[in-house]
């Protein structure tokens, strides 16, 4: 069955970095698009970054760009983002959701557990 | 504030029929297909209705989707007190380049 394993995440300082890995099992990686969603404390979900099944195509919520980097090592069954000069406001659950699609993007059918990211001082 | 609007809360008594409403712009629901997703207190989203009106296997059929315009409502009928949870509608938006949820819908079985 489709698995999805967030890990990570932890309590960061503002302006650090962070690396978020998303494990995936039960299905051929390389076959789907990827995303990143997080939702912060109490709140609504809010879609991050998405990448094409191969790694070519990116895309990014404006609240991230520039700052935040999705990639993935299919031979590894590895999905990650990298996060840099985190604020408070990053502070979230983040999920990994696999897309129906491997590209154009279709929808979000599988998630994650999701990983808490704190950033505070 | 989200992009797509939905009511903060809904709620109806067992057995009964009630409707969930997303309204966005040109750029994605009026171009684009509508998906809801069902979550659950400490869970993952679960998608509940793609494709506006789709069910995945295993969704009862209690639960429909419709899309008008830019427009899109979740409806559920003979409500369950295990349909508690928050309902959020998503559409990939064309101007954004990007998806956009709705800020979500806490449903309320009385």
């Known amino acids: 069955q489709v698995q999805l394993v967030e890990s990570g995440g932890g309590v960061v300082q503002p302006g650090t970095s962070l690396r978020l890995s998303c494990a995936a099992s039960?299905?051929?990686?390389?076959?789907?698009?990827m995303h990143w969603v997080r939702q912060a404390p109490g709140k609504g979900l809010e879609w991050v970054a998405l990448i094409s099944f191969d790694g070519s195509n990116h895309y990014y919520a404006e609240s991230v760009k520039g700052r935040f980097t999705i990639s993935r090592d299919n031979s590894k069954n590895i999905l990650c983002l990298q996060m840099g000069s985190l604020r408070a406001e990053d502070t979230a659950v983040y999920y990994c959701?696999?897309?129906?699609?491997?590209?154009?993007?279709?929808?979000?059918?599988?998630w994650g557990q999701g990983t808490l990211v704190t950033v505070s001082s | 504030q989200s992009v797509l609007t939905q009511p903060p809360s809904a709620s109806d008594t067992p057995g009964q029929r009630v409707t969930i409403s997303c309204s966005g712009s040109?750029?994605?629901?009026?171009?684009?297909?509508v998906f809801w997703y069902q979550q659950f207190p400490g869970t993952a989203p679960k998608l509940l209705i793609y494709r506006n009106n789709q069910r995945p296997s295993g969704v009862p059929d209690r639960f429909s989707g419709s899309k008008s315009g830019t427009s899109a409502s979740l409806a559920i009928s003979g409500l369950r007190s295990e349909d508690e949870a928050d309902y959020y509608c998503a559409a990939w938006d064309d101007t954004l380049s990007g998806w956009v949820f709705g800020g979500g819908t806490k449903l309320t079985v009385l």
């Open positions: 040109s750029s994605n629901i009026g171009s684009n297909s």
């Open positions: 039960g299905f051929t990686l390389s076959s789907y698009a």
């Open positions: 959701a696999r897309d129906r699609s491997g590209w154009p993007p279709e929808y979000f059918d599988y």
